[in-house]
Every structure is written in structure tokens, then in C-alpha cells.
């Protein structure tokens, strides 16, 4: 008998879940607790919307519900549907349901998309066919299919709490560092639970060798990457850098298309993960050498009067605000003068504390926890929202040499629908200056 089966939460993921279920002939229903959910316009007219609050009554009468990775499975109406036995699952454990090319997952705070997309380029790159999906922002069901030779996801923390038997032929946990702590009820250690459970059925496991936090608690992993020579690591020859497997030399870190200390791990773990699927060397240079970034990582909008101007607007947390000015610190002759604030998710912003004064020479802050990163130290100023940060930093304080980074260490749904529309507003506000 067919299970009947729910979805919990319309927006990207949850249409192409709907759309997925309907080619596999079945019907779903979907709830949704917003008014007008993003989606529901293209929804299939044989498929029933509920909005309002959710109510566990009726979710438990369903055999399977696909929640979206933005509702916590915590949420009390999901909790009694799971405790009147009902499973819940996530769009990925559908995908895992599904496919059938061996598949890579990367995981961590920081750098998943840029690490998701090198090793994706890397295949394609060998003539095989790539499906990359997933937290990347293409639902992972969307690139489902048999003529795919293998497949690269990126994977959060949500999406890995309803996934239970994705096999990965090679899985990482780039990093660690705080982030949705609102989520794990300031809780690192739920917070690393969950992203820990990529390694449940995976083949080989890659860990980051200077990060504790991405060990598997059996301790068990394949390889592992790091700025040292082992493993997956660098060498240094006649004073110059070389990313490296096993001691060998591969790439000058120079010729690398992406910079900073940060991008050059990042490139490691995707030579790792390329690795596992049988990617071909020659592949993984070429594309080390053409990839130069994503939009809103670290990429310099323009350069004024002496002062360059960079969006980092996906540094939604303080790790990666501080990876971003770890890569630029080396390249500044002047200051790097910090625009930060947002969404602080619960975080602890010691770290950035620890660096005003010096890493970071001055910090504007902006948004609805701006007033608490401007009180982490003299070398701050609260301001209005990020265009007057912007007029401030260009006006009063950089001078030629300085950096001005937006690099906000909170997300933006405060003031902005997404971090991509917050670094396309700071580099249109930054090219009218």
C-alpha cells in the first residue's frame, strides 16, 4: 500500500520535493505556517496547501512527513506526529532513497560552497557528468538523475537532522565554529551532533586535521588536510609554497585562482573529495588554476582613491568573518576597516573582540545585534544600517592602502531577504560612492 505523505514547508526545497513526489505518482499535501508561502504560485494544482500553524493532530496522520531543513524538527506539532510514530524525513533522504552515482557530502561552518563547487568543476573537468546540489542552493532533487556519473552535495546541519541512510563514498566536516547556536539552544555540542551525522554511512571519511571538532567520535577517518606536509597538506620548495598529497608537490599555492590561507584548505579537501571519486590529476590543477571564487566570498567590488572594497556578505558567522580577514591581512598595507552586524544567531563575539585594534583596525556596525558587536570595544561605531556604514567608512575613516570588508559575521534576514541581496546592495552602494 502506498505511504501517505506530507511536506512540511513550501520555499525552494519544498516545491521540488512536491515535484519530485508527483513524478514518482504520488500526491502530496503541504503545510505551510505562512500566509503566502514562496512557491505556492507554482504549485501543482492537484496538490492541497494547508497554511496556518501547524498542528500535530493532523501532521500525525500522515506515514511520512518531508520537513524543510528551516523548521526545526523540534517544533512541538512535528514532535507529536514523531511520537505517534510517524517518520520524519528531509529532501536529502529522499535523494539517498533515489540515487544511484556515488556521491561526495561536505559539511562545516565555512566554506561548503566554495569547497562544493571546486570538486564538482574537478568532475566535470575528467569528462564525467556532475549533479551539485543541495544547501548550495539546487535542491538536491532537482539534479536527481541515472545518466549523472556522480554527484556533490553540500549538506547543513538542518538538512543532516532528517537524513538517515545517505551513503557517501566521501564525506567531510570542513570546520567548526559557532553558528545557529539559536537553533541547538546554544548548544555546540547539538550543533556538532548534527554535523556529524554525514559520517554515519559514509566509505571515506576526510577530516580537518587542525580541527578537533571534525574527527568522528569513533576516531575512525581515510585522509585528512591541513597547511602542514602530511597527508593532504603543503610543502615548501626553494621558499615557495605547494599544496601537496603525501609529501608530493602539486600547485604553487600562487597559481591558485583563489587566495588567502582559508582557500588554500578549501582546495585540499576538494582534491580529497575529488580523490574518492577517481578524479584525475590533471583535472583538479586545471581547475584550481580558472576557479577564482563565488559571488559575495571575499570578491573585491572595486578600488577607489587607494582603498579596495570587498564583499563577503556570505560571512554569515564569526568563523567566517575571521577566515576572510586571515586571506586578506597578508595583502594590506594599510588597515582593514570591518562592516559587521545582522542577525547574531546567538554566537559569541570574543573572537572578533580579540582582533579590533589589531587584525581589524576599526569595525562599523549595522543591524539588529549591530548595538552588541559595538560594544565589544573603542574601535567601533554603531550606525543606521549598512549604507550609512559604507558612506562613514568612505568619507571618515579609510585611507589609501586601507580595506574596507564587508564581512558582517551575522546573517540578514533582518534587513535584507537573503546575503545575497545584502552583498549586491553593498556593491551597488560602493560603486556610487
Not at 4 to 12: E, F, N
Not at 234 to 241: C, F, L, P, S, T
Not at 339 to 353: E, V
Request: glycine share 10%; charged share 25%; with cysteine.
Amino acid at each position: 500500500m502506498t505511504k501517505s505523505i506530507a511536506v512540511v514547508g513550501l520555499g525552494k526545497s519544498g516545491l521540488s520535493t512536491v515535484n519530485f513526489l508527483l513524478k514518482q505518482g504520488l500526491i502530496p499535501v503541504v503545510f505551510d505556517s505562512r500566509e503566502k508561502p514562496a512557491g505556492e504560485l507554482e504549485l501543482d494544482k492537484r496538490v492541497t496547501l494547508i497554511k496556518g500553524p501547524l498542528d500535530g493532530v493532523r501532521l500525525a496522520e500522515f506515514d511520512e512527513l518531508v520537513v524543510g531543513p528551516g523548521l526545526s524538527v523540534n517544533l512541538p506539532a512535528l514532535k507529536q506526529a514523531r511520537e505517534n510514530g510517524v517518520k520524519i524525513i528531509g529532501d536529502i533522504e529522499l535523494f539517498a532513497r533515489y540515487a544511484k552515482a556515488p556521491t561526495v557530502g561536505i559539511t562545516g561552518s565555512n566554506g561548503k560552497s566554495t569547497v562544493t563547487t571546486l570538486t564538482a568543476l574537478m568532475v566535470e573537468a575528467d569528462g564525467k557528468k556532475c549533479g551539485m546540489g543541495g544547501n548550495i542552493g539546487i535542491p538536491a532533487l532537482d539534479v536527481l538523475d541515472d545518466s549523472v556519473d556522480a554527484y556533490v552535495l553540500e549538506l547543513s546541519s538542518f538538512e543532516l537532522e532528517t537524513t538517515y541512510n545517505l551513503k557517501l563514498a566521501g564525506a567531510t566536516i570542513l570546520n567548526l565554529s559557532e553558528d545557529h547556536l539559536d537553533r541547538y539552544n546554544a548548544s555546540m555540542q547539538l550543533y556538532l551532533e548534527a554535523k556529524q551525522r554525514i559520517f554515519t554511512n559514509a566509505d571515506k571519511i576526510i577530516i580537518n586535521r587542525q580541527d578537533k571538532a571534525t574527527v568522528p567520535p569513533d576516531g575512525r577517518y581515510f585522509s585528512s588536510f591541513g597547511s602542514d606536509e602530511s597527508d593532504y597538506g603543503r610543502v615548501q620548495i626553494d621558499g615557495e609554497y605547494w599544496l601537496s598529497v603525501n609529501g608530493k608537490p602539486v600547485i604553487k599555492t600562487s597559481e591558485l585562482g583563489i587566495k588567502g590561507l582559508h582557500n588554500e584548505m578549501n582546495a585540499l579537501a576538494a582534491i580529497a573529495l575529488a580523490d574518492t571519486l577517481g578524479v584525475s590529476r590533471e583535472a583538479e590543477i586545471n581547475v584550481l588554476k580558472s576557479f577564482t571564487g563565488l559571488p559575495h566570498r571575499c570578491q573585491l567590488v572595486r578600488e577607489l582613491n587607494g582603498v579596495r572594497y570587498f564583499n563577503d556578505s556570505k560571512a554569515t558567522n564569526v568563523g567566517s568573518t575571521l577566515a576572510a580577514v586571515a586571506g586578506l591581512k597578508d595583502s594590506v598595507e594599510g588597515r582593514i576597516i570591518l562592516l559587521a552586524g545582522g542577525l547574531g544567531k546567538g554566537q559569541d563575539f570574543t573572537p572578533i573582540k580579540n582582533m579590533l585594534g589589531r587584525e581589524i583596525s576599526f569595525m562599523l556596525c549595522f543591524g539588529r545585534d549591530g548595538k552588541m558587536l559595538s560594544e565589544l570595544g573603542s574601535e567601533t561605531r554603531l550606525t543606521e544600517n549598512m549604507a550609512e556604514a559604507v558612506s562613514i567608512a568612505h568619507a571618515e575613516i579609510a585611507k589609501p592602502g586601507d580595506v574596507v570588508l564587508l564581512a558582517p559575521a551575522c546573517a540578514s534576514l533582518d534587513q535584507f531577504k537573503s546575503f545575497e541581496e545584502r552583498g549586491d546592495i553593498f556593491a551597488e552602494l560602493v560603486r556610487n560612492l
